[in-house]
């Protein structure tokens, strides 16, 4: 079993638990708001900061900041390694607190002198409130990044899990303190924002000194390390995240059409996010390191050997997840979120969307996957150029769809768009290489069609022979539209694949089977 596999599998146990409690986080949100317009005001206000953690998290300032710390890692002393990261964290705080200041300082005298609407007056002030969570994400994904190239994927993403248990703990602790209203309480959901957020750095500070780090300031103006992470950041914010930026770009549109679209989309990009952040993310995560070190060591048939490696193991896991997503888009909201704010009618409005979210599921990973390659390779322009064009289709095919189609037109356009995504991000990366090892993935797609059709013939009539027979009343009976027709699509899926002796496919199944009879000992 490759240990690419391995680190990836045991990160996206953490990952899993973050992703699950983030998915108890938006059930806990839906019970209590809803989708109305008040659930519309808040999502779009957290977007915005939380766009930070994506960009930097889960993207920019890790993939660019990474290949320099490994780098002084082999090249350099340790003491000089550590005072590189210390630069770089000096640099963030003074560009956190300016950009900080700069947008309080505008939300203030907005709300002091503009005359909106309520709607637009309470998302503003909760933008308010929670915009200096993006400071608090910044420090946190360079304590991250430093933590990934030291070797420690875990602690990192189970950071992630205490943000969700204290915004969690916002809701059903705080929330009730702060009024009558839906509009009052929802203050508390914000202000918990920020406490998550503090939590999530210092949960990872005991790990960093252990490895050697201790705070110290460094001026970053005029060092290299500093100037060489920015050079390379800037193309890199919008390489690596052009989803999350179309998702942010559309739901702001999306807010002054109808806010309920806001917050019924929101809810199926958080359930596609789940099978991404636990494998996808989490492949990406371990790959950037791993393709840094042989970019850096000129070995670049290993390179592509690893990168074809990992786009295989991405393609059989996501395609099943993709498959059920598509098919029990309806039972799985309706199990997540249906209750009560969150009525049957917005169960079929979510459901619409995750639908069309659901066929650009692999495209989505791999387009993570494929901006780190790059990102290892030091070219952050490629993936900057293809995202900003795809940006641009994004957003005309989200304006064109929005009107007729509502969330499922911005569904449909994030999915088409997404798969241009990968298809120039590849065609560019073979002319970078030369060539790609691509024979793996190719072995891949045959057998996992015909594993998806299989799963896809059961799934929708499983589920509907479920439901006229047992209905969706209990909890029992919500769980088993979702769990019977699942569990026998996978069981279908893997048996498919096993038949065919697909390797990627034997390689997840012996990890899965380990990991299965190390928690029993």
């Known amino acids: 079993m490759s240990q690419m596999l391995k680190s990836s599998g045991a990160m996206g146990v953490a990952t899993l638990a973050s992703r699950v ?55 350099a002393s340790e003491a000089e390694m550590w005072r590189a990261a210390n630069a770089v964290m000096s640099a963030l705080l003074v560009f956190a607190a300016v950009v900080i200041a700069l947008v309080l300082a505008g939300l203030s005298i907005a709300l002091a002198v503009g005359d909106f609407d309520a709607k637009t007056r309470l998302m503003l002030e909760l933008l308010r409130v929670m915009f200096p969570y993006m400071g608090l994400v910044c420090l946190a994904a360079v304590f991250m990044g430093v933590l990934n190239a030291r070797g420690h994927f875990f602690i990192p993403a189970l950071g992630a899990a205490l943000l969700n248990v204290v915004m969690i703990a916002s809701v059903f602790l705080v929330a009730p303190q702060f009024g009558q209203r839906l509009d009052e309480q929802i203050f508390a959901l914000a202000f918990g924002v920020l406490v998550a957020g503090v939590a999530q750095a210092a949960f990872q500070l005991p790990s960093l000194r252990r490895e050697g780090w201790r705070l110290a300031w460094v001026t970053p103006w005029g060092n290299d390390t500093v100037r060489a992470v920015v050079t390379k950041m800037g193309p890199a914010i919008i390489g690596v995240a052009a989803f999350q930026l179309n998702v942010t770009l559309v739901q702001l549109v999306s807010f002054w059409v109808d806010p309920v679209i806001v917050a019924s989309f929101s809810y199926a990009v958080r359930l596609m996010e789940l099978p991404q952040g636990v494998f996808g993310i989490s492949l990406a995560t371990y790959l950037l390191t791993s393709l840094s070190g042989l970019a850096a060591e000129k070995k670049f048939p290993e390179f592509r050997a690893t990168l074809g490696q990992g786009l295989s193991y991405l393609i059989v896991i996501n395609s099943l997840a993709a498959v059920l997503l598509l098919f029990l888009a309806e039972p799985i909201v309706r199990l997540l979120f249906e209750r009560g704010a969150f009525g049957p009618e917005s169960t079929q409005r979510a459901a619409l969307a995750l639908q069309c979210l659901a066929p650009g599921l692999i495209a989505f990973s791999m387009v993570n996957i494929l901006a780190r390659a790059f990102y290892a390779l030091g070219d952050t322009h490629t993936p900057m150029r293809v995202s900003v064009f795809c940006l641009g289709v994004n957003l005309l095919l989200s304006v064109v769809l929005l009107e007729p189609l509502r969330q499922a037109g911005l569904g449909l356009a994030n999915s088409i768009t997404s798969c241009l995504n990968v298809w120039l991000l590849l065609h560019a990366l073979r002319k970078k290489l030369g060539a790609l090892e691509l024979a793996e993935v190719k072995r891949s797609l045959k057998p996992v069609l015909a594993a998806s059709i299989v799963a896809s013939i059961l799934a929708w009539p499983g589920y509907q022979a479920w439901d006229t027979q047992f209905g969706h009343a209990t909890l029992a009976a919500k769980l088993g539209a979702v769990f019977v027709p699942a569990v026998c699509c996978a069981a279908l899926y893997w048996a498919v694949l096993w038949a065919d002796k697909l390797p990627a496919a034997r390689e997840v199944s012996d990890l899965i089977l380990r990991k299965l009879r190390g928690s029993r000992k």
């Open 21 to 75: 409690l983030g998915m108890v986080r938006e059930m806990a949100y839906a019970r209590f708001m809803g989708d109305g317009w008040v659930a519309g005001a808040f999502t779009l206000a957290f977007t915005i900061p939380n766009l930070f953690r994506r960009l930097l998290g889960e993207g920019a300032l890790t993939a660019a900041f990474i290949p320099i710390f490994k780098e002084k890692e082999k090249t």
